[in-house]
């Protein structure tokens, strides 16, 4: 260790100053050493250097022995730079030095590059970091963000001396202690002392940070760790899942980090207008981070979320899985997304599952695959969800069967959203309408509306292709308003109409056979009152026949009746015509569309009165279905 022996006086301690690249000592001695660090000279002394620094003794000792005139001492790498070391030599020179959570790190990584340890003096610089460190940042939320943060800037020395893990450690730990399935909200985010003007002290050495009261708001912490960089917010919230964080909190966290790195998930366009904005090449994009970049913070942030169903949030993965295929992220992390979206299928929106086709390859203006790979993933989940049961473990019923409808209904509006697309093919629009199971719709009135709209917007389209698209619903299950209109629609295939006909009679059938049953029923309970009917003000005798039951009502009961019957003769026998003509039409060997033209208005004969009105329980008014008159 080199020393200036008894000619050399220690330098008493004094103030700095700067002049253009040189930082230089006026303690009153000539300085016999210059280290230079980056761009910056020092202009020091020897003798407070090597008694606090073993790094340095070692430079200045073989710098001396080059050149016994001049002591030159080169730093390459110093961690922090040039302020770090200035700090660190005034701490040699026994200047107080503001210990904060800004620059704790770069003292700590200072002290060890220059070997400032213990048998070189008492509380030497590693020791009095390492005190601020437990004493302070440690016992604090900010502080240990604050330090965290700035752990970037000396990546991987921070790493290595373990600073990073500890700090990781400290906030995991803070928020398990204060998550609010914990109950220990709020919390008084506190320090040992405490300045009358509200900052910190450590040592009697103001930090230059304020005690600020946490437990504001339950989402509090999201805005504190969303400052840090990916690397170490994902090794955050790592260390938040292993020490038992709700998952709905880090999820919200996650959130709020991925809105922030990625403002496009902010916009709040419609799926129409994005699609159409697609057409023109108007795509989505953020100047602020490069492509590469994105791509790798939407992938993290993918993986970080948690595999939970949270409600209003099927807008936010739509949003990443549009920004994923725009920026061309993993397949791996475009699948993840859909099959999380198809977790939470039943909340999702119209406006969200109409997500632009981005694909050279497919024409359709919507990308109708995606929604096919989210039905299949909804679909797969659902078979794997065990069948409820009572307590005597009798089933109740076809599992999630509400949630299934619902998602129903959404492929329905989805289907009428779709259809005008002419670059449609009708082989994809069938996949999708039947990719669920029959018993998700008790009707079949959205499927109906649907194909109706394909078949007005692909005209062209040949007999046995119709049918094919027809082939999706079953007249059975559409509602007597939906028949009605179909009977009229010249859109259809005659073989579908001819269905739709003969399911209306046996609707009107059943409609009569109940309206028997019910009037008996009435009849009965009467008499076994002692003759007194409920519905007829002065009652019913014993063997009174049920249409003089009915008192006053029983002539408007009877005409309803009558006109009921009249609909099925007439239905009947126009069911019977039309099966005669279409055998005769396949003995000559016609095409189909000629018996549409030879009797169409016939064959609405039944339905429509001469007024050109459909009628609706015997009352002649206008009943529209999709809302637009039937060409």
Sequence with gaps: MASSGGKSRTPQSGSSQRRGQAWLCTSG?????????????????????VSRSRHLAKLVEEASKEDEDSCLVRLENFPGGTHAFELAAKFCYGVKVEFTAYNIVALRCAAEFLEMTEDLGVENLIERSEDFLQQVVLHNWSDSIAALQSCTGFYPMAEELGLVDRLIDSVCTKASMNDSSRGGWPMQDHRSLQSPGGSLLWNGISTGARARVMGEGENWWYEDISVLSLAFFEKVILGMESVGVRGESIWGAVVHYAKKGLPGLNRRHSGREAAHSQRKGLGPANPLLQENDQRILLETIESLLPPLKVSSSTRFLFGLLRLAIIINASPQCKSSLEKRIGMQLEQVTLDELLVPNYSHVEETLYDIDLVQRVLDHYLMLEQNIPPESDEEGLLLGSPSLCPIMMVAKLLD???????????????????????????????????????????????????????????????????LEACTHAAQNERLPLRVVVQVLF?????????????????????????????????????????????????????????????????????????????????????????????????????????????????????????????????
């Design 29 to 49: 001695l000539q300085s016999d050493v210059v280290v230079e660090v980056e761009q910056m000279s020092f202009h020091l002394h020897k003798f407070p250097l």
């Design 413 to 479: 509006a989805y289907l009428a959203e779709i259809a005008p697309d002419v670059n449609l093919k009708p082989s994809k629009f069938q996949a999708l309408a039947e990719a669920l199971p029959d018993y998700s719709r008790l009707v079949d009135d959205g499927l109906y509306r649907a194909i109706d709209v394909y078949l007005k917007a692909h005209p062209w389209l040949s007999e046995a292709e119709r049918e094919m698209v027809c082939k999706i619903m079953s007249c059975q299950k559409l509602s």
């Design 503 to 631: 399911f209306e009679q046996l609707q009107l059938r059943n409609a009569i056979a109940g309206s028997f049953l019910v009037a008996d029923t009435v009849g009965q309970s009467g008499r076994q009152q002692g003759g007194q009917n409920p519905l007829a003000p002065g009652g019913a005798r014993q063997g009174e026949s049920w249409e003089n039951s009915m008192g006053p009502n029983s002539q408007a009961l009877k005409d309803d009746m009558g006109k009921i019957l009249a609909r099925v003769s007439q239905l009947e026998i126009e069911c019977g015509s039309m099966r005669q003509e279409i055998e005769n039409l396949h003995r000559s060997k016609k095409p189909l569309n000629t018996l549409s033209k030879a009797f169409g208005c016939k064959m609405f004969s039944a339905v429509v009165p001469s007024t050109g009105e459909i009628s609706n329980k015997g009352q002649g008014r206008n009943v529209g279905f999709s809302g637009e008159q039937v060409q």
